[in-house]
């Protein structure tokens, strides 16, 4: 070969990298995404989980625990996300004081429901399926724990934004419960 055909060679795949990339690539995803339809697929809520999954570029490249690692990841975040919306809410409503003991206690019951997640991450590390899907259905129950303190005030009215969030969190988690079970528990 000519030391110009050999520069060309050498140069081409530098000029077009997605001629070269592309194929694989592309065939790379399709493999993994079928892992992620198919295990979609066995959750209650398919919708919800090819979004969550497809929101994280990381889904592409793992296996099923992996995905489930991910999703308890992804609940972990809705539920921090709620315990600082409440904790803002108590911030601003500092003269009703039912309004704030139930705040309160549900800021702690979304804190929890972190916690038990986080305790599943560490469960699923350890190939625990059992305990850590014991520990989805504990994070599942704790924004219903909060959803009940609003009903022992009839006063109070349960905030539809917080209604929202309990439906999020309960989702995603049911979506993960789902992924575990595939594992086999
Ligand atoms: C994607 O998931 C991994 C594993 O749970 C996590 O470490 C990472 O932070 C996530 N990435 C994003 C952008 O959320
Ligand atoms: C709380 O009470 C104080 C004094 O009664 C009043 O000035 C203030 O507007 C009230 N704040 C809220 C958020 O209701
Ligand atoms: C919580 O979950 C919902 C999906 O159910 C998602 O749309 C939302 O972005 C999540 N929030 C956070 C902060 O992760």
Redesign the pocket.
Known sequence: MGSLGFLFLVLLPLSFPQLFFQQSSVLLVRGDAKLIQRTCKSTKHYDLCLSSLRSNSSSLKVDTKGLATIIIGIGMANATDTYSYLSSQLL?????TALKTVLKGCADKYSYANDALQGALQQLALDSYDYAYVQVSAAVDYPNVCHNAFKRYPGLTYPPELALREQALESVCDVASGIIDLLGR
């Open positions: 601003s409503n500092t003269n009703d």
